[in-house]
């Protein structure tokens, strides 16, 4: 039960910004601006699609100046290749791609991931 009253307030403010980011009308005003917003999440190591990401990033940065890339975390464990170096494969991967912020996991302290950060 701690966990809900934990995560809830925390879900419903994640859902308060998205409704405040929302435009009312559907159609921005002049005075707006659309931000795209591109989030990965729990990529665990999962580096053979990270040429598809990049062209699709790179796609849609050239559309628009107000695209944002995200990930929620997770993003080690799971593939030798970048477990056995502290998971820098994967770090450079995302800096590679562009990742604007990318939230720091319980798992990545745990698995000793803090010569990364």
């Known amino acids: 039960?701690?966990?809900?009253?934990?995560?809830?307030?925390?879900?419903?403010?994640?859902?308060?910004?998205?409704?405040?980011?929302?435009?009312?009308?559907?159609?921005?005003?002049?005075?707006?601006?659309?931000?795209?917003?591109?989030?990965?999440?729990?990529?665990?190591?999962?580096?053979?699609?990270?040429?598809?990401?990049?062209?699709?990033?790179?796609?849609?940065?050239?559309?628009?100046?107000?695209?944002v890339f995200l990930d929620g975390g997770d993003i080690f464990s799971g593939d030798p290749i970048v477990d056995i170096p502290q998971g820098a494969p994967m770090v450079d991967l995302l800096n590679n791609v562009g990742l604007d912020a990318w939230l720091l996991e319980i798992m990545s302290l745990i698995m000793d991931k803090k010569p990364l950060l």
């Open 1 to 67: 039960m701690q966990k809900t009253k934990l995560y809830m307030p925390l879900s419903l403010a994640a859902a308060g910004l998205i409704f405040t980011l929302s435009p009312a009308s559907g159609e921005a005003s002049e005075q707006e601006t659309e931000v795209t917003i591109i989030h990965t999440n729990d990529i665990h190591s999962s580096i053979e699609d990270f040429g598809k990401l990049a062209a699709f990033l790179e796609e849609k940065r050239s559309e628009s100046d107000h695209v």
